[in-house]
């Protein structure tokens, strides 16, 4: 081969190189505007809920697992923040059905007492949970593949790597976090930040509080600061 030749081979590897890195971005990112779209349709999903149905509805984000599901509560809700208290990993720091703190009190005067969450799972006229609802990966179509068993980390897309609300006083980057609408058309300011496995590409939702409407911002979004009207005890207005 002379030497004009072995650039022209050289060169057409580094075209094809280049447009498999492309390649493998704009699937990365195509990815990640459809999680986005997930995240923004359960937002309305779930504003419309807690406004026609008068019951307080929450998005879990499960950001060990990489899902995301939505709930709605059975009873009324006390939204807290309490930067002092040590929580187990597995408690909900925000939701509390105050009926069953109350409860919890006269049972234990010294124990804890914020009684059991109050959310369940959104139910079907049968009484059984709406699959759609259940915890998924995103975007939905990639969650949908798994018929059975418990979602796997390692084989999500998309990661939830951040999540920002004002009822916690750090954003959330591991663990289950929530975002809530209440009856009365009042929703959380939220942002939540997902990625591909890599990680190096990040899109951001933000959650408009009173609308529920969401934005995507094709990068990590930071806001200078989220509204929280005094969170340390907003009651369901409902």
Do not use: C
């Amino acid at each position: 081969m002379t030497l004009v030749e072995i650039l022209i081979v050289v060169a057409i590897l580094a075209v094809v190189a280049t447009g498999i890195t492309l390649g493998f971005s704009a699937l990365h990112r195509t990815k990640l505007r459809s999680a986005a779209m997930d995240i923004v349709a359960a937002s309305r999903f779930a504003y419309h809920r807690a406004v026609t149905r008068g019951k307080t509805v929450r998005i879990v984000f499960d950001l060990d697992a990489h899902t995301m599901a939505i709930e709605e509560a059975h009873g009324h809700i006390t939204l807290s923040a309490d930067e002092d208290r040590e929580l187990d990993e597995d408690e909900d720091t925000a939701a509390v059905d105050p009926w069953e703190a109350a409860r919890a009190r006269l049972d234990d005067a010294y124990g804890a007492n914020l009684g059991r969450p109050a959310f369940e799972p959104i139910r079907g006229s049968n009484g059984e949970p709406i699959r759609r609802y259940r915890p998924h990966q995103l975007p939905v179509s990639e969650g949908r593949r798994a018929r059975s068993g418990e979602p796997d980390p390692a084989r999500a897309a998309v990661h939830i790597v951040r999540l920002s609300t004002p009822h916690e006083p750090e954003p959330r980057e591991q663990g289950r976090g929530y975002v809530y609408y209440f009856p009365g058309g009042r929703t959380e300011h939220a942002v939540v930040q997902i990625a591909d496995r890599s990680r190096e590409t990040v899109y951001s939702v933000e959650i408009h509080p009173l609308t529920g409407h969401a934005k995507v911002y094709p990068y990590a979004f930071e806001p200078e600061e989220l509204l929280d009207e005094d969170l340390s005890e907003v009651r369901d207005p409902g």
